[in-house]
């Protein structure tokens, strides 16, 4: 149930500020100070560190952050995910307990759900997910067995929190599992409150397990990464590195550190966190049973007082902690903030790709990653990115096909060029096929009428794009049945098909450009337009002038047919490059 309550209440707040990720990720910069603050606000908003580092890692798919503004990200985002455990120790732990609010919670957030205004659906799943959280976090605390009756485990625990340095690796270690374990850190840190708030584990026991999840937490953005691109990978990475240094220095120091929280926490809570062990132990078992059990109405006044203190006792545990998570990761950052430059050295040394990983003529999307949890706005950010990746790799098949024209038929690089032609059609093939699918997956998704507007804007680009590369083969295929009729072009004919060529050129870098622009103004469609009716014009005039030349036997008839089927297809071209500019007009 906390679990589950965690998730929708996570989910509702990203629906909530799905729309504002991408403003605060424009006024990134490479600013160490700017990145930290934009993962803590990200953090914030979210309420999940697993969330945060796959978005992060995400984002770098994506091509919006570079890797080391995503390292500031991540330590941004490291400070961010202790607000859930405050929020946890004030409404779970405090005096004042939320869980006794959590039904009528829901039923302000029923009706918000079944609202027809997404944000108050979103708002709805926040409540709801908020209520469930505390209801969940209520239930472990009700499970928990106590102390008193369980003495064999007791003893069992305790032998393991009296052997030193040990005692705090093994607690680290078993915070770490954990967190891998359950695939949420705030999970498992709710977890060590109520295992310290009942007395299961001392105060640095816990602490140590604090650290164990700081390591956990950064699984799950590494498997989120291991479909990704290797900057994806990279950042995912440079986020465990950065948990773990922080863990490694944090071991040096955790006595004394862990003495420090436990002085600080009675300026605001009565008393030392440390204590609790302590005051549980001199409790008979049956003060304990009552204490915990029975509300204080029904209780004597000594045992009434006993329970306030009690009470006292585990918001104290559950303040140390939560202020020893945020103390830890505030120090981390500052140290390591100076770090930034070397960890990205470390991260482009230790994972590097494998061998021809980087060509172009693998079949490899840059940026769309079913494996990579997405809000719909970024899902739509990764698909445009991948269709400018699209249009780089038609552009340069187009290339090739200009440099098979003005080849002889005997030279080698003809049908070398040939074969990467129709590599590349391959290539353009199966990139429309996953750019579809993967946006059709997008819409299955609660969409604003915007957002729909821009996927079927992307998804007709995409067939158009697709078009392109189709007519850039056919102009290879015209190319080689030349070669195998074993004749050449004259030079009239090789100066007309450049002539035609460079319009193209001219169009494809237009529309290139347009795409990354994401903006059309009118200028830039009436200068589109203008290109296009170039093609035709000349299209046109080519077609009058090979009828002439035909007549004039100034080449063969042979020649005449692939010639104009060449500057054919390049007229097609032409149309479906004004169909693309023309779809991101209506985006």
Known sequence: LFLYGMKIMSEGLQKLAGNKLRNILSAMTKNRVMGILTGLLITTLVQSSSATTVMVVSFVNAGLLSLIQSIGVIMGANIG??????????????KFSISALSIPLMGVALPLIFSSRSRNKSLGEFIFGFAFLFMG??????????????????????????????STLFFLMVGTVLTIIVQSSSATVALTLIMAAQGWIDFPSAAAMILGENIGTTITANLAAIPANLSAKRTAFAHFMFNVMGVIWMLFVFKHFVQMVDNIVPSFASVHPSGINAFIESLSADDYAQISTLPRSELSPKLAALQEQYITYQASVSYGLSLFHTLFNICNVTLMIWFVKLYEKICLTLIRPKKGEEEDEEFILQYISTGLASTDELSILQAEKEVEVYVTRVKKMF???????????????????????????????????????????????????????????????????????????????????KMEAETEFEECILENINSMYELMDKALENMQNLLKNKKITESDLVNSK???????????????????????????????????????????????????IESLEKK
């Open 81 to 94: 995910t202790t607000v859930t455990a405050w929020m946890i120790s004030f409404f779970g732990f405090g």
């Open 137 to 166: 976090l209520d239930f472990l605390k009700e499970s928990m067995p106590d102390l008193q009756n369980n003495p064999e485990v007791l003893s069992f625990v305790q032998n393991f929190t009296n052997m030193g340095i040990l």
């Open 399 to 481: 290339g090739f096909v200009k440099k098979m024209t003005n080849l002889k038929n005997s030279d080698k690089k003809f049908l070398k060029l040939y074969n990467r032609t129709e590599k590349y059609e391959d290539i353009s093939d199966r990139m429309e096929v996953e750019i579809g699918s993967y946006l059709s997956k997008v819409t299955e998704g609660k969409l604003s009428h915007q957002s729909k507007e821009r996927v079927r804007s992307i998804l007709r680009a995409v067939t158009e794009i697709e078009s392109i590369a189709d007519s850039a083969c056919n102009i290879a295929r015209h190319l080689k049945r």
């Open 530 to 580: 203008h290109i296009e009716n170039s093609i035709n014009e000349k299209r046109n005039m080519l077609k009058r002038e090979n009828v002439e030349n035909l007549n004039l036997k100034r080449y063969s008839y042979q020649n005449g047919v692939f010639y104009i089927d060449i500057i054919s297809d390049c007229e097609r071209m032409g149309d479906y490059i004004i169909n693309v």
